[in-house]
């Protein structure tokens, strides 16, 4: 079982490090191997993406990220950018389909934002198309407008786009997910204004015919945003597509008010996936041991489960954090008056501890 | 003043003719004339936006709209459903700025999902581009895909764009509102992935060097629907496009719990708007006599500031919609223990008379 290590940048090294820990304390054997993505990249090798860090993911049944990008790269041009990293593995390693959950921990439901009533017991899974959409569609660029408003000015355009097969996979993916829980999708469109989203409406549709004990509801993309807000509850499986998925995962959430807690997968179709935490690189805090390095630990569980067919750890790490959690222990993002405030080191350290 | 009334489909009758009350207990001059629109005109003329309806909306200083759409119409081919009766209104007529106040009346704290907290004294303006983006850019449709993940499959597409122009008018319409307000813009965009989001980026970096008085953010828009959850009140007016301001806008009002409060107002350059409530049809109350018509009640005062040069009847619609507030009356949708709960038509009788 062979494991690319990216840390990347800010908090990305640290937190990293704690769930590799945890890794390395299961009795379980692996391979290991770091390399340089994002910022730190680039700062080392010119490239955010450097082709052996391709290579290496590549070769490996999964990716163990952290997080890139830092302020002081905002002024490189677009493609030395360190998102462009993420993008780039993605777009590469063909993982298609984006696994986000969003799951109120029961001891941190005050870290909402939400009343308790509205957020307690919160576990929906969206499910994003992560390869696909506007995010990839030719052409883009700048030009001169010849039609529109003002013909004749400066303009810049993107092609939002999905083929059949591509919303057909990501729909399997969501009715079977759903299967695992409890049988109901919501597929998210704008099919409203967008040809791109009437057709992924249709599309999942007939999808839904070989998934008869699965519900099937289609929102429009405004409305969802609503509903999340209004009743986050009433969703179980969420699908949709690359752009507006990363809107509403992110919305998703901060609803929970523990994004430090969250998770996330990116899958290929061989099962070779990406784990990173559902959160950013936090340049701010990064260095100071004070990140939250549970989301990663749990994202090292959902590789265990998803790429290296290891269950039952992944089930050992869930209750360890779990049992921390019971203990009292909280990095300052989830701190509240009453619990134990610790630093990274020592909430991985606790980790390896309950397992 | 010359005013086109479109009250729509669903509870659109219902709370248009208390905006229409209202406005005739005004000892101001209007001329209203009634027109059918949605899916009430493709009942009786086989088309939501006919002829004459667009010809009635382009010859008058403002149109007070109610809202369009029901169920019943949902499998007409997109050319003929109700919504597109608004998309050709606001491009025949070229509302290109859509202000979208999200406001928490203090009184209706406690109908927020949020924590009061987050949400008292809420007060932001939304700024949505809406006659560009890729509601309107063309090409868009159905093909064979010749490259992408599967080529030689069905796909379907839209054009995202925006010109200069366009950016430019509505980036100097947010550092007026700004001007007027807390004097703080936040521009939400995706300039990390999208071409047309980095050019919307550099244009509204460029016109802010107009109105150095004014504090320019950019603010990714995944993080905007997350940093709208965790802290809504830190923004002032947010501008941005069409797509993003359809999501975030309906997140924005749906935050405040009360969107049954909610008006907005889409304007061209020449000062003619449409007026119309947040919400929808909602079809499932109509005909009830329970649907709140004070959103329709604040567009009409919007209506009388921006449009027909009105602002002190603006100010009186304002003022007895706040104290029938503080009387105590409440529909349906905004009722909480202790208050009185009223229908439609007392709601509108309650404003005319504290007017
Ligand atoms: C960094 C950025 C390109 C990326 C995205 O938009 O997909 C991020 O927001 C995410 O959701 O992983
Ligand atoms: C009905 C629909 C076309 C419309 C939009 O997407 O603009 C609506 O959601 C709105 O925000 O006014």
């Given at each position: 079982?062979?494991?690319?290590?990216?840390?990347g940048?800010?908090?990305?090294?640290e937190?990293?490090?704690?769930a590799?820990?945890?890794?390395n304390?299961l009795?379980?054997?692996?391979?290991?191997?770091?390399?340089l993505?994002?910022?730190?990249?680039?700062?080392?090798?010119?490239?955010p993406?450097?082709e052996?860090?391709?290579?290496?993911?590549?070769?490996?049944?999964?990716?163990?990220?952290?997080?890139?990008?830092?302020?002081?790269?905002d002024?490189l041009?677009?493609?030395?950018?360190?998102?462009?990293?993420?993008?780039?593995?993605?777009?590469?390693?063909?993982l298609f389909?984006?696994?986000?959950?969003?799951?109120?921990?029961?001891?941190?439901?005050?870290?909402?934002?939400?009343k308790p009533?509205?957020?307690?017991?919160?576990?929906?899974?969206?499910?994003?198309?992560?390869t696909?959409d506007?995010?990839?569609?030719?052409?883009?660029?700048r030009r001169?407008?010849v039609?529109?408003h003002?013909?004749?000015?400066?303009?810049?355009?993107?092609?939002?786009?999905?083929?059949?097969?591509?919303i057909?996979?990501?729909?399997?993916?969501?009715?079977?997910?759903?299967r695992k829980?409890?049988?109901?999708?919501?597929?998210?469109?704008?099919?409203?204004?967008?040809?791109?989203?009437?057709?992924?409406k249709?599309?999942?549709?007939?999808?839904?015919?070989q998934y008869?004990?699965?519900?099937?509801q289609?929102m429009?993309?405004?409305?969802?945003?609503?509903?999340?807000?209004k009743?986050?509850?009433?969703?179980?499986?969420v699908?949709t597509?690359?752009?507006?998925g990363?809107?509403l995962?992110?919305?998703?959430?901060?609803?929970?008010g523990?994004i430090?807690?969250l998770?996330?997968?990116?899958?290929?179709?061989?099962?070779?996936?990406?784990?990173?935490?559902?959160h950013?690189?936090?340049?701010?805090?990064?260095?100071?041991g004070v990140?939250?390095?549970?989301?990663?630990?749990?994202?090292?569980?959902?590789?265990?489960?998803?790429?290296?067919?290891?269950?039952?750890?992944?089930?050992?790490i869930?209750?360890a954090?779990?049992?921390?959690?019971?203990?009292?222990l909280r990095?300052?993002?989830?701190?509240?008056?009453?619990?134990?405030?610790?630093?990274?080191?020592?909430m991985?350290?606790?980790?390896?501890?309950?397992?």
């Amino acid at each position: 079982m062979k494991i690319a290590v990216l840390p990347g940048d800010g908090i990305g090294t640290e937190i990293v490090a704690e769930a590799v820990n945890v890794l390395n304390a299961l009795d379980l054997k692996f391979e290991m191997e770091h390399a340089l993505v994002g910022g730190a990249a680039f700062d080392a090798h010119g490239h955010p993406l450097p082709e052996s860090t391709l290579k290496l993911a590549m070769a490996s049944d999964a990716v163990l990220f952290g997080a890139v990008g830092d302020w002081k790269y905002d002024k490189l041009d677009r493609p030395l950018r360190p998102e462009q990293a993420i993008l780039g593995l993605r777009k590469h390693m063909g993982l298609f389909a984006n696994f986000r959950p969003a799951i109120c921990y029961e001891q941190l439901v005050g870290a909402s934002s939400l009343k308790p009533e509205l957020i307690s017991g919160l576990d929906i899974l969206i499910i994003r198309e992560l390869t696909g959409d506007i995010y990839f569609g030719q052409p883009r660029g700048r030009r001169t407008a010849v039609d529109g408003h003002f013909p004749g000015t400066e303009e810049a355009f993107d092609t939002m786009r999905y083929s059949k097969p591509e919303i057909e996979r990501i729909a399997h993916v969501a009715f079977q997910a759903a299967r695992k829980r409890n049988k109901k999708v919501t597929s998210v469109d704008k099919a409203n204004v967008l040809e791109t989203f009437q057709f992924w409406k249709d599309v999942v549709t007939e999808v839904h015919t070989q998934y008869p004990d699965v519900e099937l509801q289609h929102m429009y993309v405004d409305n969802a945003a609503m509903q999340l807000v209004k009743a986050p509850k009433a969703f179980d499986v969420v699908v949709t597509g690359n752009m507006f998925g990363d809107i509403l995962s992110d919305e998703a959430s901060m609803l929970t008010g523990s994004i430090g807690m969250l998770p996330s997968a990116s899958l290929n179709a061989k099962g070779q996936g990406l784990y990173e935490p559902s959160h950013g690189s936090a340049p701010d805090i990064a260095g100071k041991g004070v990140a939250n390095p549970l989301a990663t630990i749990l994202s090292a569980a959902m590789m265990l489960r998803f790429s290296l067919n290891q269950p039952d750890a992944a089930d050992r790490i869930e209750a360890a954090v779990q049992k921390v959690l019971a203990q009292g222990l909280r990095t300052p993002d989830i701190y509240s008056e009453g619990t134990t405030k610790v630093g990274t080191a020592e909430m991985g350290a606790a980790v390896v501890k309950a397992l």
